[in-house]
């Protein structure tokens, strides 16, 4: 009868380096920190909301209740009727086209000049790829009431005052700085081998901006146009400097029109600041999952 042996197993003295890693659990923090931390958090998204709240609160208030019984009351009634006053008194159909006509363009032309200008500084070596930079941002330190003057005469002679163009050009111009900053910083930190091997496989430089790191910006890209939109939007300064017909003023201006010499109708003032509020809200909640990407790259590996 045929025997067979056993061998004595070995005992185990630690993990075999051919075996799978031992998984990392990452530690939380104590709950009461947690809990004070999202208190915190809390008290003070509300405090931010407060004044919005306010003034959508105020704005559905018809104007004889609040003169009687002041805006910190329990409201009778809620109407939309200083909406609708808003938008036939105030032209708000004329002004959101006016401003439409200035942001868009102003916001392709920022972000499109401004990625080239950051493709060239952030993958070329060249003698003046730092003063060029500082140059682009150079721009976001000089205060625009330096340049009122020489600027309106420049409008003059070069036939720009008093148009949606002249606006466009402004605002590109102060803004591309910004832009230019973000998105070399963002294109410096993604890996130069994908642009040597389009290089290699005989892509010319326009290709590999345009088809491989442009693509990789998108975040970034969406984040600047998120912010730029609503800074160019809600600008009135170049407006009310560079703009002589009504017709022609933004949005921002048309809360003029609501107010009076002598009388002042802040619940119809109230209304017309939500209407003119909710664009950029809505360019945020449509572009809200590029937006944090565009802003969170790069705070994790």
């Known amino acids: 009868m045929a025997t067979t042996s056993i061998e004595p197993q070995k005992p185990v003295t630690g993990l075999d380096k051919s075996g799978p890693a031992p998984v990392r659990t990452r530690k939380r923090g104590k709950p009461g920190r947690q809990l ?12 931010w909301m407060v004044p919005l709240l306010w003034a959508l609160y105020t704005s559905l208030r018809p104007y004889s209740e609040t003169a009687e019984k002041g805006y ?10 200083n909406y609708v006053t808003a938008w036939t008194q105030g032209n708000m159909g004329q002004y959101f086209l006016n401003s439409l006509i200035i942001a868009v363009p102003a916001v392709i032309i920022v972000l499109s000049l401004s990625s080239c200008a950051a493709f060239v500084l952030s993958r070329f070596s060249f003698k003046f790829n730092i003063p060029m ?17 020489p600027l309106y005469r420049l409008y003059l002679e070069l036939g720009l005052y008093n148009t949606y163009a002249g606006l466009v050009v402004i605002n590109v111009a102060f803004q591309m700085g910004f832009c ?33 790191v442009l693509p990789l910006t998108r975040p970034a ?20 400097v560079l703009v002589r017909d009504g017709d022609r003023m933004p949005v921002t201006s048309a809360l003029n029109n609501l ?35 565009g802003l969170t790259m790069g705070a994790n590996k």
């Open 259 to 293: 107010q009076g010499n002598f009388f002042v109708d802040n619940n119809l003032v109230a209304a017309g600041a939500i209407m003119i509020a909710l664009p950029t809200v809505l360019i945020y909640i449509l572009l809200q999952k590029h937006f944090v990407a």
């Open 221 to 240: 890209l969406a984040a600047l146009a998120t912010l730029e939109f609503a800074w160019i939007y809600n600008d009135f300064f170049w407006a009310l």
């Open 72 to 81: 910190v009351s329990l409201p009778d009634t809620l109407t939309f009727q």
């Open 180 to 212: 230019v900053f973000v998105l070399s910083n963002f294109m410096r930190a993604l890996p130069k081998e994908l642009t040597e091997a389009a290089q290699i496989d005989g892509a010319g430089v326009w290709r590999q901006y345009w088809q491989v």
């Open 133 to 149: 930079l500082m140059f682009f941002t150079a721009a976001n330190l000089l205060p625009q009431q330096v340049v009122i003057t």
């Open 36 to 47: 004070v931390f999202q208190i915190v958090l809390s008290v003070i998204a509300f405090a």
